[in-house]
């Protein structure tokens, strides 16, 4: 089960609601990771995002808590509008509420996305087959200091859509707690290949994808140098 509330209502659909925060992060003196807030609100859309896509739901809504102050309200939409953009969902709205009575010493953000899934959203779904990873797990400053290794989210999106695929971000706790949550039988089989299972994948830099054995050209095609072999 993914990071999702999955909520039935009428002729055959269920509402999805995804969520991420980020504390700390941002421009105020006392934040642990110094960093412009269009950049905090693109990499904690994304992760909301990659967790709505997952569901095979189609997003409607993007809803931003913004703790950090009514001047950052306009850098955090236009890091959300970047993630949009780069997905070609420009049409999807964004709205949300600030914190403006009572400013805070550290910077805090959360964001839902909200989409709607079909009955049959999980059909795309691999019950078994070849496994890889997309990116590398980052967290922190490594986010900025290695784009290279940051998974785009139009590949996420793309390789998403694929039938008989499954694909799954890896967030905070890392690769290893992913593949136990999404895969334990294939634990055991894993060849990392030098990537730490362990290590924070930050603000979902990276994500596990598993297919038929057919599908995996098409795959490392689209994912070209983030593609990493587990298996």
């Known amino acids: 089960m993914r990071d999702a509330v999955i909520i039935p209502i009428d002729d055959g659909k269920s509402l999805v609601i995804t969520t991420d ?21 693109y990499f904690s859309f994304r992760v909301a995002m990659m967790e709505c896509l997952a569901t095979g739901a189609i ?28 997905l070609g969902m420009e049409n999807v709205q964004v709205t949300g509420s600030t914190e403006s009575n009572f400013p805070l010493i550290q910077s805090v953000v959360g964001i839902n996305v909200i989409g709607l899934q079909s009955n049959n959203g999980g059909t795309r779904e691999a019950n ?14 490594e986010v900025l200091a290695h784009p290279e290794s940051v998974a785009p989210l139009s590949v996420f999106y793309q390789i998403s859509l694929l039938e008989n695929v499954r694909v799954w971000p890896v967030g ?60």
């Open 21 to 41: 925060n980020s504390g700390a992060i941002g421009m105020k003196e006392e934040d642990f990771v110094q960093v412009a807030y269009d950049i905090v609100g």
């Open 59 to 86: 997003p409607l809504a993007v809803v931003i808590h913004n703790l950090c102050g009514e001047k950052e309200w306009h850098e955090l939409v236009s890091g959300v509008q970047k993630g949009l953009k780069e």
């Open 128 to 141: 078994k087959g070849r496994i890889a990873l997309i990116g590398l797990p980052l967290v922190g400053d």
């Open 172 to 231: 905070s706790k890392g690769v290893g707690h992913e593949l136990q949550r999404v895969k334990p039988e294939l634990f055991e089989e894993i060849s990392s290949d030098g990537i730490d299972l362990y290590k924070s994948g930050g603000p979902a830099t990276s994500f596990l994808v598993i297919y038929p054995r057919e599908k995996e050209k098409e795959i490392r095609d689209l994912s070209g140098k983030y593609f990493h072999d587990l298996i």
